[in-house]
Nanobody, 125 residues
Framework: QVQLVDSGGGLVQAGGSLNLSCTASGRTASRSVLGWFRQAPGKEREFVALSTVALSAGGVALISDSVKGRFTISRDDATNTVYLQMNNLKVEDTAIYYC???????????????WGQGTQVTVSS
C-alpha cells in the first residue's frame, strides 16, 4: 500500500507559477512510479507528468505535450516526494491536480493504483 499527500495548489494569475508537492509513504513507496494527473470540471482525468525514480538515479520523466515546456517534474528519492513545478500557467490549466502512484508508466488513470486527495489549482485571467 502507498499513501499520498499532495499539496501546493492555490489561486494564481495567468503567467504565474505554482509548485505542487506529493509525499508517498508505505511499504512500496520507494519502488512506485509517481505522477500527476488533473481533472477540470466536466472533463475526464488526464495525465500530466510522471517520474519513475529521480533523474539523478537514472529515472525516466514523462511530460504531457499539453504542458511540455511549462511544467517540470522532479523527484526526491530520499523522501519519496515528487514535485510539479508549473510555470507560465494558463487559464486552461485550472483543475484539481492529483498525485498518483503505481507500477505503470501508461498515462491512463485506470493503470494507476493509489491517489492523493487532490489539490485545487485555479488560474485567473
Amino acid at each position: 500500500q502507498v499513501q499520498l499527500v499532495d499539496s501546493g495548489g492555490g489561486l494564481v494569475q495567468a503567467g504565474g507559477s505554482l509548485n505542487l508537492s506529493c509525499t508517498a509513504s508505505g511499504r512500496t513507496a520507494s519502488r512506485s512510479v509517481l505522477g500527476w494527473f488533473r481533472q477540470a470540471p466536466g472533463k475526464e482525468r488526464e495525465f500530466v507528468a510522471l517520474s519513475t525514480v529521480a533523474l539523478s538515479a537514472g529515472g525516466v520523466a514523462l511530460i504531457s505535450d499539453s504542458v511540455k515546456g511549462r511544467f517540470t517534474i522532479s523527484r526526491d528519492d530520499a523522501t519519496n516526494t515528487v514535485y510539479l513545478q508549473m510555470n507560465n500557467l494558463k487559464v486552461e490549466d485550472t483543475a484539481i491536480y492529483y498525485c498518483a502512484a503505481g507500477r505503470s508508466i501508461l498515462p491512463k488513470p485506470n493503470y494507476w493504483d493509489h491517489w492523493g486527495q487532490g489539490t485545487q489549482v485555479t488560474v485567473s485571467s
